[in-house]
């Protein structure tokens, strides 16, 4: 049987540590009493075990508030089975709403931990995008809330051509509507593409992944579309649970904000080690980076939870990636060789109101800022950052799109649709598709829909690209006989034939009849771009 | 121009409170310092204002941990205009990673409060739902976890059979696999159904809504195809405008376990007041009853922090319902008397250990307890209960499903598919519908979709119920020829036309051709039940 090991700091006195370990260990499994629990299966499949109580000799420099005791408790690993949020009401829940337990630490078994995927990118990957290696890379923020949509574009761009590896929203900053969220990343986008050309170097926009819930996965596909490669997202408001669904679903990396988790944090008696959440715990949710409030900044971090943050965020884990520690606040040009010192190269140097106010000429203080980066890692190098994409018939956009909503779409001859034109594409030898047709039916002119119709025809010797996704394809046969190659399956489709394609199977169309091949293809209106196989 | 006025309560030395006042104000809105700030308008539109400060005169009762001082900032309310998250950000955001800052009071202006639906049902609704006036709710929970699913249900009948009002998952019941969710819910559904078929009362079962992020809302679709009438579920794990999404969009009412907010209370400095994250927050996400942990149970609640939540859920918040106060813990048989003094009729009695530690018999300590809730509230009474849906052919369960995946759904004589039997329903004069059979291909079986295919057909004189609801219908003709009428329109759907109902749109589709009319059907896998037109 695989356990959860976790390890509280209980402040209490010393004749109570036991009884109210058990406590512990109860309140988190079964929630009822002792006595309550008739089952010897129960108890032995179920409830929390204490393992060990020693009592903590504290440093000197700690205001020690009473007696203190480190109590190990191992929980059943089924407990947690179901994912992260059943993880985090294991681990403090209920007792949350206790007093003087702090969650200190915790270990998964490898069953567990095999369930994470972790950061979409991680520390290489993010180096392998940008191309920067050997040094800390250099953020900012588009400040402040209530500037326009043009103005955060121009410092975007400016952040940009002066040099900057990343640059991320305000986390305030939040659009009302889609409409204005589309408008103002466009122009953000835009802005630090436009930089990127004067530098010959990547500079990557996160914007603030925020809005209403039932909202965020449309507006993160509408990233994703748009070649947005990571967001800022704030995972205490959003749920963790629900970014690592996000993190999970698209191919976005995540820079985790740290906003309203302090109150776990700022009593040392009570809560959760920052290292652990912002570490370990945004990382088991997907997240690539995690910001937290820098020694000498506005906030209250002691230098020690400093390095506890970048200890759990680059550590081993499993096999999940390590994540980059960003630090923010109280950063000046003067004290990056300090910084360079304390958080080492894989870190984000996330500089706001220093940079924006170290000059009126944003280009050029990001330039010299960059520059001292640069000198304090000589050993630092660029080169050209690594992208690869599928060109996927089913999913390259139209010419020029006519098409608007209408209620009935007439089928006529030729297997066509009144108001609606098919999208043929010319074939080359270097193109992975050959010979294939698409008709967008529903969702690509305003339906109110989940999912998206299609009708594709595929000429004789024709096949689609070779490729596979997260999200799943329904096919329906219209017109002809083909051949879906799905994984180890070569299923032959007729007329009315129902075919499914699970999620990430590797699969192919291709028609080697006389006669067109003509079918319905239903995908999900959110999803994710085809990959290589 | 509207604003939010949040009340903190800071613990600092009296030459300071002004200073940091100020800080938050800036902090919490534009989040660089003052300096930076050239514009004029944008500090009127966007920083908030410091509108009063005055000290604390603290109740001898309490221990005062140093001066205090309550601090009023008004906000633009267009910051918190996207939605609950955004809200959040903005009260206590992070300014949580600071110290000595205690979020005591907020009040939102009308233009804000209305964009709020709050509880679905409320005190009244639930109220109606069970058909029980002017006396609490006796509630319990299904405990320990770690129960098969059959001794779950079992003690569902049986508190159930006794009379009881509602009966809920333990908060960390959390299924592993959605099939297993759907099993244990049909039992213990069920198992209340039975019982209440012998007390001839409603009883109503509340499931823990929990498991992965990405498919909670699969999970809240099948609870309501099954009728069940609301959900247990933990906003500060679920994330507190994730419940609100789903409030919004599923006809569910939600009690709200306070696990893993405790962080946020148990130090009167920091944090925010119990009332209003219990009551006022909770209620803005569309909770019908919060829970919380009572005086003289384990937890560390004071009797003024009880009082507080009571008040704040139910006082007057703009048009929204009131919500139910749930007290947990520390009741037994013999303090029924005192509760009901102190928490009055609107309350919901959640008894767990001392009901199930009563007797053996859950049956009649369910009564027992029940008989007492009555004795102390004499002008109580009973009623039926209040329901009304519409019945349709597109949503009646399948009698029996014995079908499973298939990745190839061969299309065979007589418009059939192998591996997939028709559901044909019996048609009576009372029926909405005529003459209608329907075939589900694809997403009722596991498929990861976020749509669902059928293929209907409906013979010579038949018609489905005139309906709306808010998903959309994708109608492709597949076999002879039928009618849709779709609001004024009339559309004739022959084989391969594709039309498309719109959102609420009333519509209804009849064969008045004297062969059969057969057509795919496809929807959002994640839909509401139909309404009367």
């Known amino acids: 049987m695989d356990f959860i090991a976790a390890t509280y700091r209980l402040t209490c006195p010393g004749p109570e540590v036991e009884r109210l370990s058990h406590d512990i260990a109860l309140e988190q499994t079964v929630e009822v009493p002792d006595a309550l629990i008739h089952s010897p299966a129960l108890r032995e499949a179920v409830v929390g075990r204490v393992i060990s109580f020693s009592p903590v000799t504290n440093s000197p420099d700690r205001s020690t508030p009473g007696e203190q005791f480190d109590v190990r408790i191992d929980y059943p690993a089924d407990l947690a089975v179901s994912g992260l949020a059943s993880l985090l009401n294991l681990l403090y829940g209920n007792i949350s709403l206790k007093q003087r337990i702090r969650l200190t630490d915790f270990q998964l078994p490898d069953s567990l931990l095999g369930a994470y995927r972790g950061p979409n990118l991680g520390v290489a990957g993010l180096r392998q995008s940008l191309g920067v290696h050997g040094r800390p890379l250099l953020a900012t923020a588009l400040k402040p809330r209530g500037s326009t949509a043009e103005q955060l574009a121009s410092r975007a761009r ?130 690539d980076a995690t910001i937290y409030p820098n020694l000498g900044g506005r906030f209250a971090f002691t230098a020690d939870e400093c390095r506890q943050i970048d200890r759990h965020a680059l550590q081993p884990l499993g096999n999940l990636r390590p994540a980059w520690p960003a630090p923010a606040g109280g950063m000046s040009y003067e004290n990056l060789g300090q910084m360079a010192t304390d958080c080492g190269q894989d870190s984000i140097f996330l500089i ?42 089913c999913e390259l956009p139209a010419a020029r799109s006519v098409h608007r909503l209408l209620e009935h779409l007439r089928f006529v001859a030729g297997f066509r649709w009144d108001g609606r034109e098919p999208i043929a594409y010319k074939t080359t030898e270097e193109l992975p598709f050959r010979n294939v047709s698409r008709t967008e039916l529903i969702g690509s002119t305003g339906e109110q829909t989940a999912f998206d119709l299609r009708y594709f025809e595929i000429g004789p010797g024709g096949h689609s690209s070779l490729e596979k996704h997260v999200h799943t394809h329904v096919v329906i046969g219209v017109r002809g006989t083909g051949t879906l190659v799905s994984g180890e399956k070569q299923i032959q489709v007729q007329p009315f034939d129902v075919a499914y394609v699970p999620p990430l199977r590797v699969h192919q169309l291709t028609n080697t009849s006389t006669e067109p091949f003509g079918f319905f293809c239903i995908v999900d209106h959110d999803r994710d771009r085809p990959q290589q196989p």
């Open 352 to 393: 706001g109101g220093a940079l924006l106010g170290d000059s009126a000429d944003l280009r050029s203080s990001t330039a010299r800022f960059l520059d001292r980066i640069v000198d304090l890692f000589p050993a630092s190098t660029s080169s050209a950052p690594v992208t690869s994409e599928v060109v996927s018939a």
């Open 158 to 287: 400016e952040f940009s051509a002066g040099g900057g590896d990343l640059v991320k929203d305000d986390h305030n900053l939040v659009d009302q509507s889609f409409d204005e969220f589309c408008h103002r990343i466009e122009l953000c986008q835009r802005g630090v593409l436009e930089g990127s050309e004067i530098t010959g170097r990547t500079c990557l926009y996160f914007p603030n992944l925020a809005g209403p819930a039932g909202e965020l996965e449309r507006r993160a596909e509408f990233l994703v579309k748009l070649g947005v490669r990571g967001v800022l997202i704030a995972p205490m408001i959003v749920g963790l649970d629900h970014v690592k669904h996000l993190a999970d679903k698209y191919p976005l990396a995540m820079m985790a904000h740290p906003t309203f988790a302090g109150a776990f944090f700022h009593d040392e008696t009570h809560g959760i080690e920052p290292g652990l959440m912002l570490g370990t715990l945004f990382r088991l949710a997907g997240c």
